[in-house]
């Protein structure tokens, strides 16, 4: 049975789409919308290129992701990566540790190759399953760091305590390293050991970023819209409350000043 109770949730439901409708279709229309620039994203070009001009491969470390958001998510970002390097004919190595995921990640990485014309280049040893235990597939991955002399390493997709490991190990063989992951906790040590970290939201908003999809683009400005909204709203309910919370203390105030002068004037009257 479907609740009318609060038709604000509906109204507030109604902007957000709006929202994310108008900002899409502005996109399709050829309209330059404005994302500010994210450093750990921009740099991925320039991480490319130092790979190619020292000779040595990449690494591209999903985590412990698997097929869900944050694996498709960082999917998204390897493909886009691997483009790059094609144009290079610079070496991606992908070490996974899903079953499912590296299916995908060999299929994404075969159609980025064929995309940049150059099918030839992919080499399916590369896209590499190692084990789906946590700290064996990090042994693993730092065993290939320092086998294959890596110059650049991409760490984006679901990480815990292996996150720390691998970035330190990155350094040790002096490989520029960029890291993005959701979670929160493993960000700090990202921070400590890479030269360029993506924070929070700027995670999911890679695909945009990097593609400038119009409809990508349009969504993801669109959500900023919403949020915004969604911001003004909180405020707005803060200073109701508290303006209600003042004037109920205020009122509270006058009736105990009342009860106080007729107590005092009922034992000290004043004289005439």
Excluded at 3 to 18: I, S, T
Excluded at 100 to 112: I, M, Q, S
């Amino acid at each position: 049975m479907t609740d009318f109770a609060n038709p604000a949730a509906y109204v507030v439901e109604g902007l957000l789409v709006f929202f994310i409708l108008w900002k899409i279709f502005s996109a399709r229309r050829g309209q330059d919308l404005f994302i500010r620039r994210i450093p750990g994203l921009s740099v991925l070009d320039e991480a490319v290129g130092r790979a190619t001009e020292m000779g040595r491969p990449m690494l591209y470390a999903p985590g412990m992701s698997g097929l869900d958001i944050v694996g498709l998510q960082s999917m998204s970002i390897m493909s886009h990566i691997i483009k790059r390097a094609a144009n290079y004919s610079t070496r991606v190595i992908v070490p996974l540790c899903d079953p499912v995921l590296y299916t995908v990640a060999e299929e994404v990485a075969k159609d980025a190759y064929a995309t940049q014309g150059v099918p030839e280049l992919f080499i399916p040893e590369d896209i590499r399953y190692l084990t789906n235990q946590q700290f064996a597939w990090a042994s693993g991955v730092v065993g290939i760091q320092h086998r294959e002399k890596i110059a650049t390493a991409f760490y984006f997709g679901a990480y815990a305590a292996e996150a720390l490991i691998l970035a330190e190990n990155g350094q040790m063989v002096g490989a520029i390293q960029v890291a993005g992951t959701p979670s929160i906790i493993q960000i700090p040590f990202f921070l400590a050991a890479c030269d360029y970290t993506i924070i929070g939201d700027e995670y999911y908003a890679a695909s945009a970023y990097l593609s400038r999809e119009p409809t990508l683009l349009g969504s993801l400005v669109g959500q900023d819209y919403g949020k915004l909204l969604m911001i003004g709203l909180v405020l707005i309910g803060v200073v109701g409350v508290t303006l209600v919370a003042l004037q109920t203390r205020f009122h509270a105030l006058a009736g105990v000043n009342h009860v106080f002068n007729e107590y005092f004037l009922k034992y000290f009257p004043r004289s005439t």
